[in-house]
Nanobody, 128 residues
Framework: QVQLAESGGGLVQSGGSLRLSCAAS????????MGWFRQAPGKEREFVAA????????YYADSANGRFTCSRDNAKNTVYLDLNNLKPEDTAVYYC?????????????????????WGQGTQVTVSS
């Protein structure tokens, strides 16, 4: 089973930037869609961004559109999430996901959680 490990989280001031990385091991991710979810304290987990297997198409939640960029390097088995113009409401644990079989960002958005491989999460804290 594919294992995902996020890194790059931390504490940043409002308006700042971070780059989250997600490295995969135990398998290749070159043919499946990947994405990011987040969960803030006291809130439900929510979708953030997704990218299809070939990197040609991405999809973002409204809260992320225009500020976050999802990309991937299949040669490195790694997916990235660039967070720009961060706001305090972006504070959350960010989780990397890989669909078990699906290829498109739609597969990520519509998938039941059990159809996704999940990382352990990385904390992003944005101070005002």
């Amino acid at each position: 089973q594919v294992q995902l490990a996020e890194s790059g989280g931390g504490l940043v001031q409002s308006g700042g930037s971070l780059r989250l990385s997600c490295a995969a091991s135990g398998g290749t991710l070159g043919t499946v869609a990947m994405g990011w979810f987040r969960q803030a304290p006291g809130k439900e987990r929510e979708f953030v961004a997704a990218i299809n297997w070939s990197s040609h198409s991405t999809y973002y939640a409204d809260s992320a559109n225009g500020r976050f960029t999802c990309s991937r390097d299949n040669a490195k088995n790694t997916v990235y999430l660039d967070l720009n113009n961060l706001k305090p409401e972006d504070t959350a644990v960010y989780y990397c996901v890989a669909h078990r079989t699906g290829h498109t960002f739609g597969d990520i958005v519509q998938a039941p959680p059990a159809n996704l491989n999940w990382g352990q999460g990385t904390q992003v804290t944005v101070s005002s």
